[in-house]
């Protein structure tokens, strides 16, 4: 069974930017796509976006400006970077696999921001 | 974006007895390819979600047979047959037709 898991920094600055990766083990990393979800008590659950293997990418419209997501299949691992954060970029942060029917989720990176 | 709207908040339920959950979306979930791109998570207690049903009906490998999803359209229900102490958490519905992806606010299922 593929498993996932997040990594990265649990705090950042305000205006800085955040970024995670999630690597991917137990099952191909191709050919699927990879997506990114947030939880928030306030928002619940927000997707973010996802990548396919290929390197092509669907963002959400309201952070797409603020967004990348990348791929190193030699590592099997999934990047995300949102910019320029505030604190209501605070959130558990998941990687999942799967563009329509997401089957498997990681288990959470919380990320705080705060100065 | 296609909102999601999930009623009730919250249910209490008696281990043994039936549990029903709705979920209605803005839009219809219905594609030209005949799918519904309907989906149910539950989310235990420190857990992320686990996918439950898939394209509205289709339970996921290993989903016990008491998880029943159904619904067309618009409107779609979750139904536990009996529920068990192992169910409780966050149920949250999940569209997938066109992008963004939105969720449900999740109906939290305790038990009594």
């Known amino acids: 069974q593929v498993q996932l898991q997040e990594s990265g920094p649990g705090l950042v600055k305000p205006s800085e930017t955040l970024s995670l990766t999630c690597t991917v083990s137990g099952d191909s990393f191709r050919p699927y796509y990879w997506s990114w979800i947030r939880q928030t008590a306030g928002k619940g659950l927000e997707w973010i976006g996802r990548i396919y293997t290929s390197g092509s990418v669907n963002y959400n419209p309201s952070l797409n400006s603020r967004v990348t997501m990348s791929l190193d299949t030699s590592k099997n691992q999934v990047s995300l970077k949102l910019t320029s954060v505030t604190a209501a970029d605070t959130a558990l942060y998941y990687c999942?696999?799967?563009?329509?029917?997401?089957?498997?989720w990681g288990q959470g990176a919380l990320v705080t921001v705060s100065s | 974006d296609i909102v999601m709207t999930q009623t009730p908040v919250s249910l209490s339920v008696t281990p043994g007895q039936p549990a029903s959950m709705s979920c209605k979306s803005s839009?219809?979930?219905?594609?030209?390819?005949?799918?519904?791109?309907l989906y149910w998570y539950l989310q235990k207690p420190g857990q992320s979600p686990q996918l439950l049903i898939f394209e509205a009906s289709s339970r996921f490998s290993g989903v016990p047979d008491r998880f029943r999803g159904s619904g067309s359209g618009t409107d779609f229900t979750l139904k536990i047959s009996r529920v068990e102490t192992e169910d409780i958490g966050v149920y949250y519905c999940?569209?997938?037709?066109?992008?963004?992806?939105?969720f449900g606010g999740g109906t939290k299922v305790e038990i009594k």
């Open positions: 999940m569209q997938s037709i066109e992008v963004p992806l939105t």
């Open positions: 839009q219809s979930l219905r594609h030209s390819d005949g799918k519904t791109y």
């Open positions: 999942a696999r799967g563009a329509q029917l997401i089957d498997f």
